[in-house]
């Protein structure tokens, strides 16, 4: 079986170099701690080369920006390279947001290929803002929907108490207490707009109708709401 190669930070620079000399530039390796550098003119295009995409990487690529605009970082194009994957777009955001330009180098055989990506710009922040403008109201209004800080920061594998489930646990509260309620008095009570959609569905199974219109706690929503003990200490206290 044939040994496979393995690749150099060198091996990136010649399809660089052929890709830009065609272009009419002329190109250096290896000038004042700078991989490639690449003139016309007044033209100064910076590269620099890792076999990964690292911090270490950008780092380096950001502080060539002192001497230019136009700095790129090129790697190898990854064995498995899905542009639509959510890794590889959040890779390409950050690149973006860094306002760095991207080159993927490809292998195969004794072919060498070189792409641009995206070419270094200005990343214009109030664009992506707007872009975005739908999750950042979905945040507030998950916030709002919240009456405390029920979870902690950096938790892994543990529940999150979500403003829905903490709309549940309010309304499994006053059912416990009150033993029947309707959603119009469980609203009256201050539940929200949102009470007869979570009696109906009951995602939880913690609420049980015995009647039309009225609700009461079901035996699956006495013993979880025992889970719940901080959250129902605050709906006691107020």
């Known amino acids: 079986?044939?040994?496979?190669?393995?690749?150099?930070?060198?091996?990136?620079?010649?399809?660089?170099?052929?890709?830009?000399?065609?272009?009419?530039?002329?190109?250096?390796?290896?000038?004042?701690?700078?991989?490639?550098?690449?003139?016309k003119d007044d033209e100064l295009i910076i590269i620099e080369l890792k076999l990964n995409l690292s911090?270490?990487?950008?780092?380096?690529?950001?502080?060539?920006?002192?001497?230019?605009?136009h700095v790129y970082i090129a790697v190898p194009k990854p064995a498995k390279y899905n542009p639509r994957s959510k890794r590889w777009r959040d890779i390409c955001q950050l690149v973006r947001r860094l306002e760095l330009?991207?080159?993927?180098?490809?292998?195969?055989?004794?072919?060498?290929?070189m792409e641009i990506i995206f070419e270094p710009a200005p990343f214009n922040r109030q664009k992506s803002m707007s872009q975005n403008k739908r999750k950042r109201q979905e945040i507030l209004k998950e916030i709002d929907g919240r009456s405390a800080d029920f979870n902690i920061g950096g938790?892994?594998?543990?529940?999150?108490?979500?403003?829905?489930?903490?709309?549940?646990?309010?309304i499994a509260y006053y059912l416990e207490r009150a033993g029947e309620l309707s959603p119009k008095a469980l609203k009256e009570m201050g539940t929200g707009k949102k009470?007869?959609?979570?009696?109906?569905?009951?995602?939880?199974?913690?609420?049980?109708?015995?009647?039309?219109?009225?609700?009461?706690?079901?035996?699956?929503?006495?013993?979880?709401?025992?889970e719940y003990h901080d959250l129902l200490e605050y709906y006691n206290k107020n």
């Open 1 to 39: 079986m044939k040994e496979k190669i393995k690749l150099q930070e060198s091996d990136l620079y010649k399809p660089i170099q052929s890709h830009f000399i065609r272009e009419g530039y002329e190109v250096y390796g290896e000038v004042k701690d700078c991989d490639i550098a690449v003139v």
């Open 55 to 69: 911090v270490e990487l950008l780092i380096q690529a950001t502080k060539r920006q002192r001497l230019s605009d």
């Open 101 to 113: 330009g991207l080159i993927l180098v490809s292998f195969s055989g004794n072919r060498k290929n």
């Open 155 to 170: 938790s892994n594998q543990t529940q999150i108490m979500t403003a829905y489930r903490e709309n549940c646990i309010q």
């Open 195 to 226: 009470t007869s959609s979570i009696l109906t569905k009951n995602y939880y199974g913690w609420f049980c109708r015995v009647q039309r219109g009225i609700y009461v706690l079901s035996e699956k929503g006495k013993e979880e709401m025992k």
